[in-house]
């Protein structure tokens, strides 16, 4: 086979470089013509495209010819193709999208870089930078998160700054009919009476307050150890409301670069959060299955590169995502 393609490998470096200059053209090779979704045995030039695009949307300049001095050409959609750099390890500048958390955690995902007072600070959630409330303004941060070996103090990158708390249920409440609580509290008054005491206890159900973003940030040690980019998506370009239908992207710790579609507004969620306790969301985005967990704090953007939320939840065919007009208003943040 290796003889067969050397008259096509001298032509495809005789055109390598005018076809790369054709627009949308991203990789040009050696391989077999695609002919009705089947691979052909005939030897073609493959021309490698972002996306393809009706002839009539195309320059005459930038068509692929069918043919190059008598050898067929193929052109293939591939979508972007990017460096494959992991969102695991360590990174410096350390840019949205990589492992990071508390000291005390497994790890989650650092969302972008926003400003606090005009200090550029670390956005992601409230159980990924603050541990779930249990963390204390200050507390270190780590990149890559510990879970992905982040260390202290070799891999401290930032300090908890700010979180907005988490309003959870559950736990050590129990519900007021619940028959243990009230035998316990059948017991009290029982030996109240006994002292002669008219204090009485009676069981109350505790309602948690509902909750509009998890969201926290963390203040830098070192203000050239971030980047403003995000990981497979690039520099944000601004920030817009999320709507229903919108098409979404987000870059992540575990599923990296994913996108989707909003599939719900103005969502209401219990989100379970360790054991037994519930927090309520309202306001929430709601999307289809792009994330799993370790990618909670991802920022999520729409084509345009516009924020358009904080990813936190989800399950195996769902993701919830705060909006970020509630994050940015709730923590005083600016682009």
């Known amino acids: ?16 470089d005018t076809l790369l200059k054709k627009h949308n053209v991203l990789a040009t090779g050696i391989g077999y013509k695609i002919s009705a979704g089947q691979k052909s045995s005939n030897v073609s030039i493959i021309c490698s495209v972002e996306k393809k695009l009706p002839e009539a949307q195309l320059s005459s300049k930038d068509l692929v010819p069918q043919q190059i001095d008598g050898v067929t050409t193929d052109v293939i959609e591939t979508g972007r193709i990017r460096a494959l ?5 360590r990174h410096r500048p350390a840019p949205g999208g990589v492992s ?3 000291w005390d955690i ?3 995902t650092l969302g972008c870089i926003v400003k606090k007072n005009g200090q550029r600070v670390i956005l992601s959630n409230n159980h990924v930078l603050a541990n779930s409330n249990a963390a204390q303004i200050g507390d270190a941060i780590l990149q890559p998160g510990p879970y992905d070996g982040g260390k202290f103090p070799d891999d401290h990158i930032a300090n908890l700054m700010e979180f907005i708390p988490l309003s959870l249920s559950g736990g ?18 029982f030996f109240a009476a006994a002292t002669g005491s008219r204090t009485r206890l009676q069981t109350v159900r505790i309602q948690a307050e509902d909750n509009l973003v998890d969201a926290a940030i963390a203040g830098l040690l070192n203000d050239a150890d971030v980047s403003d980019d995000i990981l497979d ?23 990296e670069y994913t996108t989707g579609t909003i599939d719900q507004v103005d969502v209401t969620v219990n989100v379970q959060y360790g054991a037994g306790q519930i927090a309520r969301f309202t306001d929430q985005i709601l999307a289809g299955p792009m994330s799993q967990g370790g990618d909670s704090g991802s920022a999520v953007l729409d084509n345009d590169k516009n924020l358009v939320g ?12 705060n909006r970020m007009e509630n994050v940015f208003s709730a923590l005083s943040l600016s682009l």
């Open 1 to 16: 086979m290796a003889e067969n393609i050397k008259p096509t490998q001298k032509i495809l470096q005789q055109v390598c």
């Open 85 to 89: 750099n992991s969102h695991l390890q």
């Open 100 to 102: 990071i958390g508390h």
């Open 106 to 108: 497994t790890a989650g």
């Open 172 to 189: 050590i409440d129990l519900p007021g009919d619940s028959p243990i609580c009230n035998s316990f509290a059948s017991v009290l008054n």
């Open 233 to 255: 998506i690039g520099a944000i370009a601004g920030m817009k409301q999320g709507l229903l239908g919108m098409s979404i992207q987000k870059s992540g710790r575990t599923t």
């Open 310 to 321: 904080l990813l936190f939840a989800g399950s195996e065919s769902t993701t919830i995502i």
